[in-house]
């Protein structure tokens, strides 16, 4: 659900994942590069979102190996 989620609000997906600093900093980024752009930066936060979502989860699995 949080992949679909980086689609359209990457910020947000990012502060699920866990990563509130990086989710403020990438929202301070994100906003003016979508109205600047016109949403052709868009794919870049995509892509963000996603290696830390899948960082995060990578992360929480080799924690519950160790357990």
Do not use: C, E
């Amino acid at each position: 659900m949080n992949y679909l989620l980086a689609i359209l609000l990457p910020p947000l997906s990012i502060l699920i994942a866990g990563r509130p600093v990086v989710a403020i900093i990438t929202f301070l980024i994100w906003v003016p590069a979508i109205l600047f752009s016109g949403g052709l930066t868009h794919p870049m936060f995509i892509l963000l979102a996603w290696f830390l979502i899948h960082q995060s989860g990578t992360a929480r699995l080799m924690r519950d190996r160790k357990d």
